[in-house]
Antibody, heavy 128, light 108 residues
Framework: QVPLVQSGAEVKKPGSSVKVSCTAS????????INWVRQAPGQGLEWMGT????????NYAQKFQGRVTITADRSTSTAYMELSSLRSEDTAVYYC?????????????????????WGTGTAVTVSS | EIVMTQSPATLSVSPGERATLSCRAS??????LAWYQQRPGQAPRLLIY???ARAAGIPARFSGSGSGTEFTLTISSLQSEDIAVYFC??????????FGPGTTVDIK
């Protein structure tokens, strides 16, 4: 498995933006999806959006539409998640997670993406 | 949006005993269901995909079953390192991908 290394913790003011990076060290994510999932303190997992670089497909959760932008640089195997108009409720740990549709048991690609490798997480604190 | 629910919220199990966790989807997700383990202070880790296929490196004491709307994760003999929160997630119909609220497993 190729580890996903994320950028360091951030402290931001309300109304500002944050950009978190996720690099596939030692390999590429050429045919994979990259998902962004966040976890507020003591809470569950919340999907924010997904990019599939090879298909040039990006999907966002409706909750974050207009505030989140996910991009990917295939030349550096790095994905980015930028969240704007930050508020205190955005304080959370942000994870990237690789998505694959490969079924190791059958050897086929199914078209259904699950998250097989997770990043280290980036803590974002929004405070005045 | 497919809503995922999990029960119980907390499960206390003695070491070596079986733990059974449930996950329910608001509509059929076929077998496109994953389970993740999140130990305290760590990132989630994939345990099961396709409802029943163990991910690479996952011990055989973890097994998944079910299809459609009802799913189960079983830990056959609980070890101390299994203390964690377990999340189910559907990936049959997206956007959005949706997660259950989690089940916390602790030692009795």
């Amino acid at each position: 498995q190729v580890p996903l290394v994320q950028s360091g913790a951030e402290v931001k003011k309300p109304g500002s933006s944050v950009k978190v990076s996720c690099t596939a060290s030692g390999g590429t994510f050429s045919s994979y999806a990259i998902n962004w999932v966040r976890q507020a303190p003591g809470q569950g997992l919340e999907w924010m959006g997904t990019i599939i670089p090879i298909l040039v497909i990006t999907n966002y959760a409706q909750k974050f539409q207009g505030r989140v932008t996910i991009t990917a640089d295939r030349s550096t195997s790095t994905a980015y998640m930028e969240l704007s108009s930050l508020r205190s409720e955005d304080t959370a740990v942000y994870y990237c997670a690789r998505g694959t549709d490969f079924d190791t048991l059958t050897g086929y690609y199914t078209g259904y993406y699950y998250m097989d490798v997770w990043g280290t997480g980036t803590a974002v604190t929004v405070s005045s | 949006e497919i809503v995922m629910t999990q029960s119980p919220a907390t499960l206390s199990v003695s070491p070596g005993e079986r733990a059974t966790l449930s996950c329910r989807a608001s509509q059929s997700v076929s077998n496109n269901l994953a389970w993740y383990q999140q130990r305290p202070g760590q990132a989630p880790r994939l345990l099961i995909y396709g409802a029943s296929a163990r991910a690479a490196g996952i011990p055989a004491r973890f097994s998944g079953s079910g299809s459609g709307t009802e799913f189960t994760l079983t830990i056959s003999s609980l070890q101390s390192e299994d203390i964690a929160v377990y999340f189910c997630q559907q990936y049959n119909k997206w956007p959005p991908f949706t997660f259950g609220p989690g089940t916390t497993v602790d030692i009795k």
